[in-house]
């Protein structure tokens, strides 16, 4: 078919795929037509973050293939084809379904498979494995008919598959055949810290246990007896007990393997067949199977390279060091963690009643260091492991690296600018300062392009921080001040303006102009202005300094359609509305001939308003008890509810009450984008408040407080803040959230932007707000208090107010309407014309 | 400078407000001899005239745009879509050949005139 060599990879898993992006970014790839054979039956995803499926993640949520890849890069991927066979001579693979494939190079990327301790009975009903999205469909099931689960393996799989069990609310035992937990990461005093806090989240831990045989449980389906004579019952069994290579390829091939299986390649990833190659998992290169994504990304690269002939890289061993978070439990774990080395000495720091162990492993001279252990404090992890990998010559005394920072005394640690350009930043993706430099001089100068750039900070996340770090650092080294200009107006950013007007009391838009701009102002930084004052005093929005400022929809307090008319939409606080509501709604709709329809947001819109029928309308809504909804601002739009406790059998707590309570108490507040809320009165999640800013989730003792989620353009899931909250410290967080959030974020930066690009991500934002780790939160929540207290609905002030609705016309100088503004009918209401139809005035309604 | 150099008519002073109707910032319409005009005081003191129909939105909105100004040139930004246009000579800035109609202004007493 075509003159081009063909490639064959088998295996479109992580590393798999990581080599098809490898391969498709080096020049000389068009050479190759490529095939790839993924047994499962959907293209790469994210294995590392598997477990993210069971909080709502989607298949697709976690793939890892970017928009179209496959065509574009003229790839064809062979989905649920599984290979079989491999001749070497004739240089052919053979699938399940008995095609023969030829190929010129051939690429085995075929991962491991969990392995199954082979008692009696781990062939029974559910006896599960962790490692697909299938088996985890399988968990879920087996879960949804079970009361009790063991997982067997207390390594780092083993805990977050527990975790899993955990979440998905089976009483949880881990079983391991090792006297501690983590046996290879750990020593003895990090994993009795940790099987302490993972105890202490509920989960029962059995060391020292080999499992004799499964057998038919009294009390529950299964039971498991050991060898030292005691047993536990359980209904479902997750065996996360190591990982095998999946080698069978290999072996039936007759290339050569080790002993205990892998196939075996040399530093180019080759296997004893010149033409084959394998990365990843099933590799097994100088005695050793890496089972992490990184070593196995540098292998791809490896293999890239030495197809196109880019470069002579050569694969050269990982570093396995690791930082994770079990169970909410931080754990790091660098190099010799164990203090194998001959002559090495350790330094240990213990706080029993904050439950933190930290230990550091240093050379016989104590000049370098070699390992460390963290268990409930990782800040160090970053620093260690950079002082462990560059060989950096460690201060006088080591152990200040790991004892605690006193007295605002700074931690020690090394600064990003003391790294070495050769030091390795991101694992994940083989990143080095060098390559993230050369992006900022290559025109990265922020975060996120540098990010696009490198791919750096893009899997595990882990170096996120230490990239941001040595970003700030470098653009500081080349003079460059990071531009945040809101506009040409105000050299500051949103952030600083908020600053600057809080603290120097500012009123007015004239006022910031005069002490901190330049020139006029513009359609930027006014509204910007505006919503900072509003955010900051709360003063009448249209009162005459601020009125020139509003968007035309903050200063008719209605949404502009596409025609100049407005939109009308009144508050119904958790979508709650009484048929008197419902009626008065309706016949205002009626009078005024407004279009009616059900929002998104469960209340009610009515369109094709002229500017000069807005107050009468109002003053008809008012009259009827409602309030502005703010539909036009950039604040609270809605509290979406479900029915809750009160109707629904399901129900565990009162979501129509906390919705409405939440609505009202944010009402009005302006923010730097609008805001959404959700309340759901059980899991079950009717109100899909996960994709809210703030998402309120009732559970059996209170309340789940999810944050920065975001429908839209770009959907987000929110995540967990804080677990069953009482209402008072509900709102306390609530409070907090919002205030900090109005405080910094970016002009129209949604919470879910503002999250993303939040240097310490998650935990940062939950130190700030649940842990009050900057000591503000007193004043966070009295500013927002304040707004709350001064609250008022902008449209009663305004219809009471004689002066301001002489606004409400179309003309200054005439009591004409526009006639540029006509309907036409449409199922039984009415629509804007189209400009055809204008023109014709055929079928028009008069307004 | 006057934009609407189709209208064969002479273009005549038309009463349309007070000095004290337009707040520095907020833009009016007013209706003179059947066109819509919106009309813009400045923070300098300056008024402006220009069209109210917005070319891209095909609504008559202009007046209800923001204004300020941008590299020096003062501007109002359409409600809608977000275009800027010179007030001064009625050109759009993201789509240089497109423009509004510019009217010229008399203030006699506390009276608005504008040439339509
Ligand atoms: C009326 C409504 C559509 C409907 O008929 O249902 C609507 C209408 C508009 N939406 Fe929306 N959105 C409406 C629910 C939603 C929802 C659903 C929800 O809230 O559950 C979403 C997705 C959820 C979210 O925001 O995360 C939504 C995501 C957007 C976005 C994208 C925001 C984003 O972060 O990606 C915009 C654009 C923006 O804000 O920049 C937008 C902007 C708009 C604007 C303001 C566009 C504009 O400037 O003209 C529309 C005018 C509203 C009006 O004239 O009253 N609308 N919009 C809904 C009003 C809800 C309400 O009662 O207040
Ligand atoms: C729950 C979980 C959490 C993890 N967390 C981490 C972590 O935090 N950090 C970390 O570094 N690593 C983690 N790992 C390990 C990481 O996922 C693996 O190192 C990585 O996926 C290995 O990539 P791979 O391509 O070699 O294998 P895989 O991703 O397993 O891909 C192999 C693919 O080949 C397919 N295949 C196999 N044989 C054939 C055949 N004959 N024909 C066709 N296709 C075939 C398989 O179906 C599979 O899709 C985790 C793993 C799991 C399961
Ligand atoms: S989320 Fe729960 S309480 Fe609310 S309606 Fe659904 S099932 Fe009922
Ligand atoms: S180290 Fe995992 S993303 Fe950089």
Not at chain 2, 85 to 90: E, I, K, N, P, W
Not at chain 2, 91 to 114: I, K, M, S
Request: a negative charge; one cysteine or more.
């Amino acid at each position: 078919m075509s003159s081009k060599s063909r490639i064959v990879v088998v295996g479109n898993g992580m590393v798999g795929h990581k080599f098809l992006e490898a391969l498709a970014a080096r020049p000389g790839h068009e050479a190759f037509e490529v095939v790839v054979l993924c047994e499962e039956p959907r293209p790469a995803y994210d294995r590392v973050y598997l477990s993210a499926y069971f909080s709502g993640k989607t298949a697709a949520d976690l793939s890892l293939v970017q928009g179209d890849f496959f065509n574009e890069k003229n790839m064809a991927l062979r989905l649920n084809t599984k290979a079989v066979a491999i001749d070497k001579a004739a240089k052919t693979v053979t699938t399940a379904a008995g095609e023969t494939i030829g190929y010129d190079k051939l690429v085995l990327a075929t991962g491991s498979y969990p392995f199954v301790p082979p008692v009696p009975g781990h062939d029974r009903e559910h006896c599960l494995v962790y490692r697909t999205i299938e088996d985890l469909e399988a968990i879920k099931a087996g879960a949804a008919a079970s009361k009790v689960g063991v997982v067997v393996g207390g390594g780092l799989l083993g805990l977050e598959a527990a975790k899993a069990l955990r979440d998905l609310g089976l009483e949880t035992h881990v079983v391991e055949f090792a006297p501690r937990l983590m046996a290879v990461q750990l020593d003895d005093g990090g994993a009795a810290v940790l099987r302490r806090k993972i105890e202490a989240l509920g989960v029962k831990v059995h060391t020292g246990k080999n499992t004799k045989e499964i057998v038919t449980g009294e009390t529950h389906r299964h039971v498991m007896n050991f060898a030292c004579g005691d047993r536990l019952e359980t209904d479902l069994i997750l065996f996360s007990a190591g990982i095998r290579p999946r080698d069978e390829l290999g072996r039936q091939a007759g290339l050569e393997m080790g002993a205990r299986g892998g196939i075996v390649v040399n530093n180019a990833c080759l296997t004893s067949d010149p033409d084959i190659y394998a990365i990843g998992e099933v590799a097994l290169w100088s005695g050793r199977i890496y089972g992490l994504v990184a070593p196995g990304y540098q292998m791809a690269n490896v293999v890239a390279d030495h197809l196109t002939a880019s470069a002579a890289t050569e694969f050269a061993g990982a570093d396995m060091s690791t930082k994770l978070k079990l169970m909410g439990v931080d754990v790091g774990s660098i190099g010799d963690a164990q203090g194998a080395t001959p002559g090495a000495q350790s330094y240990y720091y213990i706080d029993e009643p904050n439950e933190i162990y930290k230990k550091i492993v240093v050379s016989a001279d104590g000049k370098t260091l070699l390992g460390a252990v963290l268990v409930g404090d990782v800040e160090a992890y970053g620093t260690l492991l950079q002082f462990m990998l560059n060989k950096m010559e460690l201060p006088a005394h080591p152990d200040a690296l790991i004892l605690p920072a006193r007295d605002g005394s700074a931690s020690a640690g090394i600064g990003a600018d003391a790294l070495p350009l050769t030091a390795q930043i991101c694992s994940c993706n083989n990143v080095s300062k060098a390559d993230i430099c050369s992006a900022i001089d290559a025109g990265a100068m922020e975060i996120g392009d540098l990010k696009t750039a490198t791919k750096a900070a893009t899997s595990c996340g882990g170096c996120s921080a230490l990239v941001g770090q040595i970003l700030k650092c470098e653009l500081q080294k080349r003079g460059v001040e990071v531009k945040k200009d809101l506009c040409e107006h105000f050299p500051y950013s949103r952030q600083e303006m908020f600053h600057l007007v809080k603290v120097g009391r500012i009123r007015s838009f004239e006022e910031m102009l005069e002490k901190h701009g330049r020139g006029d102002g513009c359609d930027i930084c006014k509204p910007t202005t505006a919503s900072i004052l509003a955010s900051t005093w709360n003063d009448y929005i249209l009162k005459n300094e601020h009125a020139g400022l509003q968007d035309t929809n903050d200063y008719f307090l209605a949404n502009m359609q596409k025609d100049g008319t407005y939109s009308v939409v009144p508050r119904m606080p958790g979508g709650e509305v009484t048929p008197e509501g419902l009626i008065a709604v309706g016949q205002v709709a009626k009078k005024y001939n407004l279009y009616t329809k059900i929002t998104g947001g469960q209340r009610v819109d009515l369109f094709g308003a002229r500017v000069d029928q807005l107050p009468a309308i109002w003053s008809e809504l008012i009259a009827a008890g409602f309030e502005s909804g703010h539909a036009y601002g950039k604040s609270l739009r809605t509290v979406k509810s479900c029915v809750g406790s009160t109707w629904c059998r399901y129900g565990v707590q009162d979501s129509v009450g906390m919705a409405i309570h939440l609505e009202k108490r944010y009402r009005g507040i302006r923010s730097p984008h609008k805001l959404k809320m959700g309340v759901s009165g059980c899991t079950r999640e009717c109100a899909e408040a996960q994709g809210k800013d703030v998402g309120v989730i009732a559970t059996e003792k209170g309340w789940n407080l999810y944050v920065c989620g975001n429908g839209g353009m770009k959907p987000r899931h929110a995540e967990l803040l804080a677990g069953d909250l009482d209402d008072a410290t509900l709102l306390r967080y609530i409070d907090r959230f919002l205030m900090f959030y109005i405080r910094t974020a970016d002009r129209l930066q949604r919470t879910s932007v503002w999250r993303d690009n939040m240097e310490g991500g998650l935990d940062y934002l939950k130190d700030v707000v649940v842990n009050d780790s900057l000591g503000i939160g007193a004043e966070l929540e009295a500013d927002l208090q304040h707004l709350v207290d001064t609250y008022q609905c902008e449209w009663k002030s305004t219809v009471e107010d004689p002066e301001k609705l002489k606004r409400f016309r179309h003309f200054v100088n005439s009591d004409k309407t526009d006639d540029n503004v006509v309907f036409v009918p449409e199922r039984g209401q009415v629509r804007p014309a189209t400009s055809a139809e204008k023109q014709g005035r055929i079928g028009t309604v008069a307004v | 400078m006057n934009a609407r150099s189709n209208l064969a008519e002479v273009p005549v002073p038309v009463d349309v407000c007070h000095v004290s109707d337009l707040l520095p910032g907020i833009g009016v319409c007013a209706l003179a001899r059947g066109q819509q005009v919106a009309i813009f005081r400045l923070r300098d003191g300056a008024i402006h005239a220009v069209g109210n129909h917005d070319p891209f939105s095909a609504a008559n909105v202009i007046s209800r745009g923001l204004t300020g100004d941008l590299k020096g040139r003062k501007v109002v930004a359409s409600p809608i879509y977000k275009q800027h246009f010179d007030l001064a000579t009625g050109q759009c800035l993201e789509a240089p050949e497109v423009a509004l109609p510019v009217y010229g202004v008399q203030v006699e007493g506390d009276r608005v005139f504008v040439l339509a």
